[in-house]
């Protein structure tokens, strides 16, 4: 006999997507699904739609907040209403392949040690449609310390575990709570992956601003923060967006040599406690010389200097084309620096 599996849907204003949504979660090859709809105070006709597709269909569910509480206080209820083993979170502006259910399910079924199943997905925005395909290593624990690669909406868990242990989405981090979610289910068990493209994750305007991008942002730096606290590591958010380089990036933050420095302090200190942690040495090792390498060049030839310090020639040897990438790199950016100054 089939086991129910519930698909966990939060909405709010998706009137244009929300029919789309459903149809490709009714329609999947899988038929023994408890559809959970809670609506979030919208202010269009995204509860009638819902009601309609209730009305027709009687593994949906329709719940709705009183008042608009966000999307942490949305996916709780969700996991409260929730009395299935497992369930599969969905997005109400995204499409679901026909397979995705069944695939999943397969899969959990098959690796009892995983918690959960994410999956390969289709980008898609109004100009062009690529396929986003996960290297299977980016789902190790090691990887999740620093970068969240799960796809939320294309993920199928084992909420039994989330009930038994208080697993939920946390209210003290700026935002990206779901990386927290995965990463207190990681500590039962690992991340699975089917690689197939099962998910169409939709882009468009009515998705995030600018403020709520760079709350994303500082939240993923609160919790690489927070899992950093397991080498006795104390280290500030603007420390780590350098030591990541994206999220530097991202806010336009610079990488001059004073915070070069702190970025080896840091992985000093990773280093130190890291053979007496969960973690596999080797690859949070390769994680800290990739993150370095790429500060360091940015540096000139100091930074170079400093890596070397860091990692010894045997970091080196590690990187791209025996480290004369990362010196051809930093000789560059010393010559563009030199250029700028007679310039002035």
Known sequence: MSVPISVLIPCFNVENYLTEALESILTQSYLNLIVLVLDDGS????????????????????????????????????????????????????????????QQLKFLDTHPEYVNCTCHFYKQSSQNRKLIAVPKHYLNPEYLLFYNHILNPGSMFRADICRKNNIKFRTWISGASDYLFWVELSKFGKIGLVEEPLMTYREHSGQETIAQKYRQNQGCLEIV????????????????????????ETLNLDFNLTYLKRSATIMQTI??????????????????????????????LLGVMLFVKLFGVDGLKKSRNFGFDLLKQAIAFDFRRVIHFFRK
């Open 43 to 102: 202010k269009d006709n995204t509860l009638d739609i819902a009601r309609q597709f209730s009305a027709k269909d009687n593994r949906v569910q329709v719940h709705c907040n009183p008042t608009n509480l966000g999307i942490i206080a949305s996916r709780n209820k969700l996991l409260q209403l929730c009395e299935t083993d497992l369930a599969a979170w969905m997005d109400a502006d995204d499409i679901a392949e026909p397979m995705r259910i069944a």
């Open 225 to 248: 923060q927070y899992q950093l606290t397991v080498f006795d590591c104390k280290a500030e958010t603007a420390d780590i967006a350098r030591m990541l380089v994206y999220p530097a």
């Open 271 to 300: 280093l130190r406690a890291l053979p007496n942690s969960r973690y596999n040495q080797q690859q949070v090792e390769w994680l800290l010389l990739d993150m370095f390498r790429r500060q360091a060049w940015r540096n000139g």
